[in-house]
């Protein structure tokens, strides 16, 4: 199993210190690795930055929590 288990993110539903997942990758996370509340997961948002977070709340398909950690322009070119 991987260390780092890796979400999309809508930028547009972080905020404030806090996410929420799409139903599709709540669904994933839920259903498919029956994670619970108090799973750390990392979470991208296809602009550039990564998040680590903490689930906090799950309800159907609908997941949300805390942001730990910012990680800006992860993973871009260093040019």
């Not at 990392?42 to 942001?67: E, F, H, K, P």
């Amino acid at each position: 199993m991987p260390d780092k288990i890796y979400f999309f993110v809508d930028p547009g539903k972080v905020s404030d210190n806090k996410f929420s997942l799409n139903e599709q990758e709540s669904h994933h996370l839920t259903k498919v690795l029956r994670k619970p509340i108090g799973t750390n997961i990392w979470l991208i948002d296809g602009i550039g930055s990564v998040y680590s977070g903490t689930v906090q709340n799950i309800q159907n398909d609908a997941v949300s929590g805390q942001i730990l950690k910012v990680f800006p322009k992860y993973g871009e070119n260093k040019k």
